[in-house]
């Protein structure tokens, strides 16, 4: 059977969501999520106090009918649940910090996290800022479709209705993850993890109480939680282990930058700072990086030479293929074992 397009499995499940949003008089993403729970149920329609009603249930029935989910790999579920996603976004007005890592985002930090297994395979991957997991099952589900290898995922948010979407998204994708729902800079009941993927948050962090055991907290006033979390993700990584972190560009030219790259030296190498392409970003000031992180121990070492640099363009196709041999050929020459 040929597999259907992310495209043609939308119009079905967006179908089957508009019918139930009428139906539980509810807003689009509640509607999404009742949506989602019956396709893990096998496609079968929950029905409470005769709501929706026969005649609802059946159309509902119908587009599912249309869905062959059973044939469509990880990759074409996600983008299915993306596309439903955006439109959550616009028909609910989700405010922006709690939006998704955009795809293509997600796709280059992938695309770094990949070359990263080919020196260092990871088999357990946390992301502390999960959200709806978008940019964790994109990682997961490159991973697994180029090293064919079993994954264990971590995901933890302070949002229980982000948190419902990464729950039904991973058990859609039949991702082996665990996910937990609480604030971050609290102690986590999670294991060390050889990765850490996590799209931060920017601005300070309100309960200073939490932070008494944090050295990036701030001296004065209220500590930057993007700080605070890196922190805590490097707690969590097996010695050797890496974090790969979406920052502010601006992360390294602020007052607090010197008692931060001084926490960093305490605990880890900085290994990588690649700014993201200009033309994704419509205000420079929005502009942001991704940041590469080593946890001391085992045999790891700081590289001879920091990666640094600017992802091309996506319209220079060639300069950005040349750009990503110039990464592969970095992490043959510094993390090879």
Known sequence: ???????????????????????????????FLENAENLVDGGKV?????????????????????????HADRETIRK????????????????????????TIGLLMAALVERLAQHHLPKSILDLTVGTGN???????????????????YGIDNDDSLLAVASVSGELQK??????????????D????????????????????????????????HSCVHHLLIEQATNYLQPGGFGLFLIPSDLFKTKETKGFVEWIQSVAYLQGLINLPHELFANPAAEKSILL?????????????????????FKDQVGFKRFMAEVDQWMVSNLAR
């Open 190 to 221: 999670v294991p060390l993890v050889n990765l850490v993927v996590s799209d931060l948050p920017v601005g300070y962090y309100p309960l200073d109480d939490n932070t008494t055991n944090y050295k990036t907290r701030a001296k004065e006033g």
């Open 1 to 31: 059977m040929v597999q259907q397009t992310p495209e043609q499995l939308f119009e079905p499940f967006d179908e089957a969501t508009t019918l139930l949003q009428a139906a539980l008089k509810s807003s689009y993403l509640d509607a």
């Open 46 to 70: 929950r029905i409470e106090d005769g709501i929706p009603d026969k005649a609802t249930t059946e159309k509902i029935a119908a587009q599912y009918q249309k869905l062959d989910l059973e």
């Open 80 to 103: 299915l649940l993306q596309l439903s996603l955006l439109k959550v976004i616009r028909k609910d007005m989700i405010q922006a910090n709690h939006q998704m890592t955009p795809d």
């Open 135 to 153: 940019l964790l099952y994109t990682v997961m589900n490159q991973l697994q479709r180029d090293e064919q290898q079993t994954l264990q995922g």
């Open 293 to 313: 992180l080593q946890r001391h121990g085992a045999d790891s070492h700081q590289a001879g030479k920091v990666l640094l640099g600017t992802f091309p363009s």
């Open 175 to 188: 991702q082996k993850v665990q996910l937990y729902h609480q604030d971050a800079v609290q102690a986590l």
